[in-house]
Protein backbone atom coordinates (compact mmCIF):
# COMPACT_ATOMS: atom_id res chain seq x y z
CA UNK A 1 0.00 0.00 0.00
CA UNK A 2 1.88 3.44 -0.91
CA UNK A 3 0.51 6.86 0.56
CA UNK A 4 -0.29 10.04 -0.20
CA UNK A 5 -0.61 13.63 1.80
CA UNK A 6 -4.05 14.18 0.41
CA UNK A 7 -5.29 10.28 1.14
CA UNK A 8 -4.05 10.62 4.47
CA UNK A 9 -5.73 14.19 4.69
CA UNK A 10 -8.78 12.06 3.18
CA UNK A 11 -8.80 9.30 5.58
CA UNK A 12 -8.42 11.77 8.85
CA UNK A 13 -11.06 14.41 7.42
CA UNK A 14 -13.06 13.96 10.44
CA UNK A 15 -10.43 14.39 12.79
CA UNK A 16 -10.47 18.04 13.97
CA UNK A 17 -6.42 17.77 15.27
CA UNK A 18 -5.56 16.75 12.04
CA UNK A 19 -7.63 19.45 10.03
CA UNK A 20 -6.13 22.10 11.83
CA UNK A 21 -2.40 20.25 11.21
CA UNK A 22 -3.38 19.76 7.22
CA UNK A 23 -4.71 23.47 7.15
CA UNK A 24 -1.25 24.65 8.61
CA UNK A 25 0.75 22.48 6.32
CA UNK A 26 -1.27 23.89 3.18
CA UNK A 27 -0.57 27.62 4.00
CA UNK A 28 3.23 26.94 3.89
CA UNK A 29 3.73 24.92 0.80
CA UNK A 30 7.65 24.74 1.61
CA UNK A 31 6.81 22.84 4.76
CA UNK A 32 3.82 20.61 2.44
CA UNK A 33 6.90 19.65 0.09
CA UNK A 34 9.03 18.71 2.51
CA UNK A 35 6.40 16.31 3.81
CA UNK A 36 5.01 15.15 0.29
CA UNK A 37 9.25 14.22 -0.09
CA UNK A 38 8.82 12.25 2.91
CA UNK A 39 6.07 10.53 1.49
CA UNK A 40 7.78 9.43 -1.78
CA UNK A 41 10.76 8.53 -0.07
CA UNK A 42 8.55 6.29 2.57
CA UNK A 43 6.28 4.72 -0.35
CA UNK A 44 10.17 3.73 -2.07
CA UNK A 45 11.87 2.41 0.74
CA UNK A 46 8.83 0.39 2.36
CA UNK A 47 8.41 -0.97 -1.75
CA UNK A 48 12.13 -1.75 -1.87
CA UNK A 49 11.76 -3.96 1.64
CA UNK A 50 8.69 -5.66 0.79
CA UNK A 51 10.39 -7.04 -2.61
CA UNK A 52 13.66 -7.75 -0.85
CA UNK A 53 11.48 -9.89 1.93
CA UNK A 54 9.41 -11.60 -1.66
CA UNK A 55 13.39 -12.08 -2.73
CA UNK A 56 14.34 -13.87 0.05
CA UNK A 57 10.86 -15.88 0.45
CA UNK A 58 11.93 -17.04 -3.18
CA UNK A 59 15.45 -17.85 -2.72
CA UNK A 60 14.71 -20.06 0.72
CA UNK A 61 11.62 -21.66 -0.95
CA UNK A 62 13.99 -22.76 -4.13
CA UNK A 63 16.50 -23.65 -1.92
CA UNK A 64 14.55 -25.95 0.33
CA UNK A 65 13.13 -27.34 -3.10
CA UNK A 66 16.80 -28.50 -4.00
CA UNK A 67 17.35 -30.18 -0.52
CA UNK A 68 14.11 -31.89 -0.47
CA UNK A 69 15.01 -33.58 -4.22
CA UNK A 70 18.84 -33.97 -2.88
CA UNK A 71 17.31 -36.22 0.15
CA UNK A 72 15.01 -38.20 -2.25
CA UNK A 73 17.43 -38.89 -4.51
CA UNK A 74 20.31 -39.90 -1.63
CA UNK A 75 17.73 -42.14 -0.37
CA UNK A 76 17.16 -43.99 -3.39
CA UNK A 77 20.67 -44.00 -4.97
CA UNK A 78 23.28 -43.33 -2.42
CA UNK A 79 25.86 -40.45 -2.52
CA UNK A 80 28.33 -42.33 -4.52
CA UNK A 81 25.84 -42.50 -7.78
CA UNK A 82 23.88 -39.36 -6.88
CA UNK A 83 24.22 -36.91 -9.70
CA UNK A 84 23.44 -33.25 -9.71
CA UNK A 85 21.13 -34.37 -12.95
CA UNK A 86 19.36 -36.37 -10.65
CA UNK A 87 18.56 -33.14 -8.31
CA UNK A 88 17.34 -31.56 -11.09
CA UNK A 89 15.39 -34.01 -12.33
CA UNK A 90 13.55 -34.66 -9.19
CA UNK A 91 13.31 -30.65 -8.00
CA UNK A 92 11.93 -29.67 -11.20
CA UNK A 93 14.14 -26.59 -11.13
CA UNK A 94 16.82 -25.86 -14.58
CA UNK A 95 19.86 -26.94 -13.94
CA UNK A 96 21.22 -23.15 -14.00
CA UNK A 97 19.45 -22.68 -10.92
CA UNK A 98 20.28 -25.21 -8.93
CA UNK A 99 24.48 -24.00 -9.79
CA UNK A 100 23.06 -20.76 -8.72
CA UNK A 101 23.05 -21.65 -5.31
CA UNK A 102 24.96 -24.72 -4.83
CA UNK A 103 28.11 -25.40 -6.49
CA UNK A 104 28.31 -29.09 -6.44
CA UNK A 105 26.68 -32.32 -5.09
CA UNK A 106 29.09 -31.82 -1.89
CA UNK A 107 27.89 -28.69 -1.18
CA UNK A 108 24.14 -29.40 -1.41
CA UNK A 109 24.71 -32.03 1.00
CA UNK A 110 26.62 -30.14 3.71
CA UNK A 111 24.00 -27.56 3.29
CA UNK A 112 21.66 -30.48 3.99
CA UNK A 113 22.83 -31.09 7.56
CA UNK A 114 23.16 -26.93 8.48
CA UNK A 115 19.31 -27.45 7.43
CA UNK A 116 18.02 -30.04 9.65
CA UNK A 117 20.55 -28.70 12.40
CA UNK A 118 18.43 -25.66 12.55
CA UNK A 119 15.32 -26.99 12.25
CA UNK A 120 15.97 -29.65 14.72
CA UNK A 121 18.03 -27.61 16.91
CA UNK A 122 15.09 -25.47 17.67
CA UNK A 123 12.39 -28.30 19.18
CA UNK A 124 15.68 -30.17 21.04
CA UNK A 125 16.93 -26.87 22.90
CA UNK A 126 13.27 -25.91 23.43
CA UNK A 127 12.76 -29.49 25.25
CA UNK A 128 16.23 -28.89 27.21
CA UNK A 129 15.20 -25.27 28.83
CA UNK A 130 11.88 -26.39 29.73
CA UNK A 131 11.27 -26.76 33.29
CA UNK A 132 10.36 -30.16 33.23
CA UNK A 133 12.21 -32.63 35.23
CA UNK A 134 14.99 -34.34 33.70
CA UNK A 135 13.15 -37.72 33.22
CA UNK A 136 10.32 -35.88 31.11
CA UNK A 137 13.01 -34.26 29.20
CA UNK A 138 14.93 -37.19 28.61
CA UNK A 139 11.50 -38.80 28.00
CA UNK A 140 10.80 -35.89 25.27
CA UNK A 141 14.29 -36.01 23.64
CA UNK A 142 13.68 -40.05 23.19
CA UNK A 143 9.85 -39.09 21.55
CA UNK A 144 11.64 -36.28 19.44
CA UNK A 145 13.54 -39.21 17.66
CA UNK A 146 10.42 -41.45 17.33
CA UNK A 147 8.82 -38.66 15.82
CA UNK A 148 11.54 -38.04 13.30
CA UNK A 149 11.52 -41.70 12.45
CA UNK A 150 7.54 -41.76 11.96
CA UNK A 151 6.65 -38.71 10.08
CA UNK A 152 10.15 -38.80 7.87
CA UNK A 153 12.29 -42.07 7.99
CA UNK A 154 14.67 -40.77 4.89
CA UNK A 155 16.26 -38.72 6.87
CA UNK A 156 17.13 -41.33 9.49
CA UNK A 157 18.32 -43.17 6.21
CA UNK A 158 20.33 -40.47 4.96
CA UNK A 159 22.13 -39.72 8.05
CA UNK A 160 23.38 -43.00 7.60
CA UNK A 161 25.36 -42.54 4.80
CA UNK A 162 26.55 -39.34 5.78
CA UNK A 163 27.95 -41.06 8.73
CA UNK A 164 29.69 -43.76 6.00
CA UNK A 165 31.07 -40.48 4.20
CA UNK A 166 32.28 -39.10 7.36
CA UNK A 167 34.62 -42.23 7.64
CA UNK A 168 36.40 -40.60 4.34
CA UNK A 169 35.81 -37.28 3.50
CA UNK A 170 36.79 -34.58 5.82
CA UNK A 171 34.37 -32.08 5.26
CA UNK A 172 31.56 -34.25 6.32
CA UNK A 173 33.61 -36.06 9.21
CA UNK A 174 33.79 -32.02 10.56
CA UNK A 175 30.16 -31.36 10.43
CA UNK A 176 28.48 -34.33 11.74
CA UNK A 177 31.33 -34.09 14.62
CA UNK A 178 29.84 -30.81 15.63
CA UNK A 179 26.34 -31.92 14.63
CA UNK A 180 26.57 -34.72 17.60
CA UNK A 181 28.53 -32.67 19.76
CA UNK A 182 25.93 -30.39 19.91
CA UNK A 183 23.27 -33.31 20.72
CA UNK A 184 25.58 -35.16 23.13
CA UNK A 185 25.72 -31.11 24.99
CA UNK A 186 22.64 -30.97 25.47
CA UNK A 187 21.66 -34.19 27.19
CA UNK A 188 24.76 -33.70 29.01
CA UNK A 189 23.01 -30.58 30.35
CA UNK A 190 19.90 -33.17 31.06
CA UNK A 191 21.58 -35.93 32.96
CA UNK A 192 23.60 -32.86 35.08
CA UNK A 193 20.19 -31.01 35.68
CA UNK A 194 19.16 -34.53 36.93
CA UNK A 195 22.19 -35.16 39.15
CA UNK A 196 22.24 -31.54 40.42
CA UNK A 197 18.73 -31.94 41.70
CA UNK A 198 19.27 -35.29 42.98
CA UNK A 199 16.77 -37.11 40.62
CA UNK A 200 19.52 -38.90 39.32
CA UNK A 201 21.95 -40.75 41.21
CA UNK A 202 25.66 -39.60 41.00
CA UNK A 203 27.52 -40.71 37.41
CA UNK A 204 29.81 -39.69 35.19
CA UNK A 205 27.59 -37.37 33.07
CA UNK A 206 29.88 -37.37 29.89
CA UNK A 207 29.39 -41.50 29.84
CA UNK A 208 25.88 -41.59 30.92
CA UNK A 209 24.69 -38.97 28.16
CA UNK A 210 27.59 -40.78 25.71
CA UNK A 211 24.97 -43.92 25.94
CA UNK A 212 21.77 -42.21 25.88
CA UNK A 213 22.72 -40.73 22.56
CA UNK A 214 24.42 -44.14 21.13
CA UNK A 215 20.54 -45.62 22.59
CA UNK A 216 18.53 -42.98 20.32
CA UNK A 217 21.11 -43.74 17.37
CA UNK A 218 19.86 -47.05 17.62
CA UNK A 219 16.31 -46.20 16.14
CA UNK A 220 18.20 -45.58 12.39
CA UNK A 221 18.13 -49.21 12.45
CA UNK A 222 14.46 -49.84 12.06
CA UNK A 223 14.72 -47.29 9.23
CA UNK A 224 16.36 -49.57 7.48
CA UNK A 225 16.10 -52.99 8.80
CA UNK A 226 13.11 -55.32 9.16
CA UNK A 227 13.22 -55.13 13.21
CA UNK A 228 12.27 -59.17 13.29
CA UNK A 229 8.40 -58.10 14.93
CA UNK A 230 9.75 -55.48 17.26
CA UNK A 231 8.19 -52.04 16.54
CA UNK A 232 10.67 -48.89 16.90
CA UNK A 233 8.06 -47.21 19.61
CA UNK A 234 8.42 -50.48 21.73
CA UNK A 235 12.10 -50.47 21.23
CA UNK A 236 12.16 -46.35 22.17
CA UNK A 237 9.78 -46.89 25.27
CA UNK A 238 11.81 -49.85 26.31
CA UNK A 239 15.33 -48.25 26.22
CA UNK A 240 13.99 -45.25 27.97
CA UNK A 241 12.30 -46.96 30.89
CA UNK A 242 15.43 -49.22 31.03
CA UNK A 243 17.91 -45.61 30.75
CA UNK A 244 15.87 -43.70 33.33
CA UNK A 245 15.92 -46.66 36.07
CA UNK A 246 19.41 -46.89 35.64
CA UNK A 247 19.88 -43.04 36.21
CA UNK A 248 17.40 -42.67 38.92
CA UNK A 249 17.94 -43.27 42.49
CA UNK A 250 16.75 -45.64 43.42
CA UNK A 251 14.00 -45.38 47.34
CA UNK A 252 15.45 -46.21 50.90
CA UNK A 253 12.79 -49.18 50.11
CA UNK A 254 14.37 -50.64 47.56
CA UNK A 255 17.96 -50.57 48.64
CA UNK A 256 16.90 -52.63 51.78
CA UNK A 257 15.21 -55.10 49.44
Known sequence: MSYSVNTFINKTSGSPTYQIFFTY????????????????YFNRLTGRFR???????????????????ALEVVVKKGYADCRMDDIVEVSGLSKGAIYWY???KKEIFLSLINHWVNKFGVTLNHIVEEDHSASDQLHELFAFFLNIFEKNPDVLKAELEFWALASRDS?????????????????EATVAKGVENGEFKNLDVKVAALSIMVNIEGIIWFALF???????RHY????????????????IGENNE
Open 102 to 104: YKS
Open 51 to 69: IAMTQISNEESRKRQILDA
Open 226 to 232: DADGVQA
Open 171 to 187: DFRKKTQVVYHELLELI
Open 236 to 251: IETISDFILAGLSKKT
Open 25 to 40: LTKYPIVLALVETYVV
